[in-house]
């Protein structure tokens, strides 16, 4: 070895040069919502039916009424030595693929507080913000419908509770700025800006943040354009996560398509759509990612009528959406209580199925075992 070569790997070793260093990428790992509620509360309601022949007389209100809706869902039959165990149950067979991301984001679609009234399906522990951060969970939304199930005292500890954990949130504050705020992180110097809003609530225009009161941040479209736009210089990418549509099945809205375009427009760069139990397809739009609905990853109780669901890992590096990667895990009847990773059949049936959906957004996926991968680059089937 000559003598400036030895010199040369002296600098090396010593720091002085920079060695070729490989590009840094951020992986981003998505999910639906989360909910773990044992035991399935009627909100308080009234005792009987208004009698029109009688209008002075209205229904009387009945306080923690805890009948059961054995109609719609049923609890599992699970017990747990201590709280600490029963708040982790849900997310043992997950939190390994948690931890392997460096950013994990999914829909918090319960109240967290132990006093607040439940109103609604859902009120969690607040123990359960810890399960989530000990699981390797990094940021939630609470702008979704049942954000209120406990009320604005049930809000109100969420908010404080997620704080407390260490837990980023998007999507509600105590009062609409707040509400708006994004949440920025920054991992191997790249950095992301998420959003969160969401089309409805089922304690309906209350749950919605103004100037003076606390609520979730409402998806309208003015004030998302204007934050996306507020957002733009201070990030590598954005991401907006909407709570949205109704239809019960795995079909998109041209609605919704046409909206999540607009938000890309705009300046958006993954658009998180969710609410729908059934998954839709994934579509690329001049190069960026719409996500319609990965379904749920948890749930405290079983539906007949629900099935699996998935995951999306992005790999993002400083200026492209690299890759997508589709994660099929386990939701079928009781498997909602205890997500994995689905392999084999089961896999393959949920990603062929994606794979159709996507292509009827004309998204080009395939399958490499039991992962779907779209590479944004090459995934258009038409030009946009």
Not at 163 to 171: D, H, I, Q
Not at 369 to 378: R, T
Request: glycine share 8%; with cysteine; net charge negative.
């Amino acid at each position: 070895m000559s003598k400036s070569h030895v010199a040369l790997l002296a600098l090396l070793v010593a720091g002085c040069i920079p060695a070729t260093a490989q590009p840094q990428t951020v992986s981003l790992l998505v999910g639906g919502d989360v909910t773990w509620t044992l035991g399935y509360k009627i909100p308080s309601t009234v005792l009987g039916e208004a009698d029109p022949s009688d209008p002075d007389w209205r229904p009387v209100p009945t306080v923690n009424h805890e009948d059961k809706h054995s109609n719609k869902t049923y609890s599992y039959n699970l017990h747990f030595t201590s709280q600490t165990e029963e708040m982790r149950y849900p997310l043992l067979k997950l939190a390994p693929v948690f931890h392997a991301a460096d950013i994990v984001f999914v829909n918090l679609e319960t109240p967290l507080s132990d006093t607040a009234r439940q109103v609604g399906d859902y009120r969690t522990p607040t123990a359960f913000a810890g399960a989530l951060k000990w699981a390797g969970v990094t940021a939630v939304s609470v702008a979704n419908n049942h954000t209120f199930d406990a009320e604005q005292a049930g809000f109100l500890d969420t908010l404080s509770t997620l704080s407390r954990a260490g837990l980023g949130l998007v999507g509600g504050g105590r009062d609409l700025a707040q509400a708006r705020r994004p949440l920025i992180l920054e991992r191997h110097g790249i950095r992301i800006g998420i959003l969160g809003y969401s089309q409805f609530s089922n304690a309906g225009d209350a749950a919605f943040a103004s100037d003076s009161l606390p609520g979730e941040a409402p998806m309208d479209p003015a004030l998302i354009e204007q934050d996306i736009q507020k957002l733009r210089g201070q990030v590598d990418f954005i991401a907006v996560s909407l709570h949205w549509g109704t239809d019960k099945s795995d079909r998109v809205s041209p609605k919704n398509r046409e909206f999540a375009h607009q938000l890309i427009d705009e300046g958006a760069d993954l658009v998180l759509g969710g609410h729908t139990p059934h998954p839709k397809g994934i579509e690329v739009y001049r190069g960026k990612v719409i996500l319609y609905s990965p379904a749920h990853i948890i749930s405290g109780h079983a539906h007949t009528e629900w099935g699996d669901n998935y995951l999306v890992r992005f790999t993002l590096d400083k200026k492209d959406i690299e890759k997508v990667e589709i994660l099929p895990i386990a939701g079928t009847g009781m498997q909602l209580a205890q997500p994995y990773l689905l392999d084999d059949g089961p896999a393959v049936k949920l990603l062929e199925s994606v794979r159709a959906l996507s292509a009827g957004l004309d998204t080009k996926m395939s399958i490499a075992g039991d992962e779907g991968v779209i590479v944004p680059a090459q995934a258009s089937l038409e030009s946009h």
